[in-house]
């Protein structure tokens, strides 16, 4: 069914969006929440279980200690207050891939409660309120065979993997956002990513969005301004950054049309489809209270020490948003340029790269440029080319140096990726560094000047512009290893 749709600057003009964000985390620790079983991504199919994440009659579940311990710094980072006492509950519900028939999960109380988190959002900062962070257990994984959708519906049979099932899962519940206005969709995209940079920054996780270790929940709502909040949808598991913009985009575009036409937009779950950027109707949210959920029995209550609070607050890692205010004054680089290189997701390779020698206006050079284009070239992240910071370091070096120009530092970057090894050694192997010695490099502009007198002569004429041919037939016969402004500095020594 093709939904009616109201162009997004008109629906904005007309309603008031609030928007909501349940992000779900997996956490890094070794081993499962309530077992000992490892956590490993991508291993054969249930070959990490034991009687206790497979739900079996009789296994009792223990609390990891980490787990508690990531999701307390988690809870910090976000300005949040940590209960001093609170426990797990038993939310019941079926599905296959949840054999106990019940998750164990936090319900009135949560670990961490009311914090915030800052968010530029287009020059301005956009407080976003935290009202949970609590604990819960991963459930396992349907995969539905034969259908041409991967969904349910179509599909021949269902097969379950439960090495998911278990797995901490820290679940960060926004308050509603306001006011945002037209910036909401943005708004949401970049509170997310604020949010990977920081549980990145706190090493609680791997924040892999393709891999569903960080996945999201969007809540539209719209009104007329200054009516009551309008009933919210709520788009799951959105796991790309650009999905949440989309899907808060699009929901928006779909409601409008609903209440345009008198209509009564529906409290329901939607799926976000990632390639037409579309959401349809899941299934109508189901209210708290269905799910009967009542304190775990099996275990004691969580109370952490104030002091072991404390020294968990002390070791937490500078802010990413401090970081890069820091770094913006030390690299003297402007917003719009810090932008860039978070973007491209080089913001930790420049680092690594100043940290290893280079000048910032040369880790920015290499990596934004050159180095961007190759990765996108191979369709792989910036951080997966096989260079490091330090190679990188040493090329910017060789060229402050005079010892390569760009074009032979790009053929340096080639042989690195290549796996031809270090710089030095490949500068060594295939003879790259620039000619330096004056007598070869004077020698190839008198052979360029005897070789080309009609451009000599225009040059002797003052049409200094014409070196540049003259520079060329240099670059030409030392194949790229001559070092241009100082060619251009004989020729116009010889001919002016
Ligand atoms: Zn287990």
């Given amino acids: 069914m093709t939904e009616t749709l109201i162009p997004f600057a008109e629906a904005i003009e007309r309603y008031e969006p609030v928007i909501g964000l349940e ?18 991504f991508g291993a054969e199919p249930n070959s990490q279980t034991c009687p206790v994440c497979l739900g079996l009659p009789g296994s009792l579940p223990v609390v990891n200690r980490t787990a508690i311990e990531y999701t307390i710094r988690i809870g910090l980072a976000l300005n949040c207050t940590i209960a001093e006492w609170c426990r797990f509950a038993r939310k019941n519900y079926f599905y296959p891939d949840m054999p106990k028939n019940f998750q164990i999960s936090q319900y009135d109380e949560p670990l961490c409660t009311d914090g915030y988190l800052d968010v530029e959002v287009n020059g301005k900062t956009v407080r976003v309120g935290i009202e949970r962070v609590h604990l819960e257990e991963d459930t396992g994984k349907s995969l539905h065979v034969g259908g041409a959708t991967g969904r349910i519906h179509g599909a021949e049979y269902s097969l379950v993997d439960y090495n998911r099932a278990g797995i901490p899962l820290v679940e960060i519940v926004t308050r509603p956002v306001t006011g945002t206005g037209e910036d909401a969709p943005v708004a949401a995209r970049l509170y997310v990513t604020e949010l990977r940079d920081l549980l990145r920054s706190l090493g609680v996780s791997d924040v892999r969005m393709e891999e569903g270790s960080l996945r999201c929940d969007v809540n539209t709502s719209l009104a007329p301004p200054g009516a009551p909040w309008g009933t919210r949808t709520e788009t799951k598991n959105v796991n790309s950054l650009r999905s949440v913009e989309r899907a808060v985009e699009f929901e928006i575009e779909r409601q409008a049309a609903v209440l345009d036409a008198g209509g009564r937009v529906i409290q329901e779950t939607r799926h976000l489809h990632e390639d037409t950027g579309t959401t349809t109707s899941g299934r109508s949210k189901e209210e708290a209270q269905d799910y009967r959920y009542f304190p775990e029995p099996d275990l004691v209550p969580v109370a952490p020490p104030r002091d072991w609070v404390e020294q968990i607050r002390a070791a937490l890692p500078e802010a990413p948003a401090k970081v890069r205010a820091r770094l913006r004054t030390e690299w003297n680089v402007s917003a719009l340029e810090m932008d860039a290189i978070v973007n491209a997701g080089a913001l930790d390779l420049v680092l690594q790269t100043v940290a290893a020698g280079a000048s910032p206006a040369d ?12 990765a996108h070239d191979l369709g792989i992240e910036l951080t997966a080319l096989p260079i490091t910071p330090a190679q990188v370091a040493r090329i910017a070096e060789l060229v402050a140096a005079g010892t390569l120009n760009d074009r032979l530092a790009r053929d340096v970057i080639d042989a690195v990726l290549a796996g031809e090894g270090d710089p030095d050694a490949i500068v060594e192997a295939r003879g790259l560094a620039v000619v330096s010695d004056e007598g070869a490099l004077t020698a190839a502009v008198d052979e360029a000047i005897a070789a080309n007198p009609e451009v000599a002569a225009k040059i002797r004429d003052g049409k200094i512009a014409a070196a540049g041919v003259l520079v060329g037939a240099v670059m030409k016969a030392t194949r790229g290893k001559a070092d241009a402004a100082r060619v251009r500095e004989l020729i116009l020594e010889r001919l002016t």
């Fill in 363 to 374: 880790a920015r050079k290499w990596w934004l440029g050159e180095l961007s284009r190759r």
């Fill in 23 to 40: 992000t779900h985390v997996e956490l890094g620790t070794r081993t499962k929440m309530f077992c000992g079983c490892v956590t490993t």
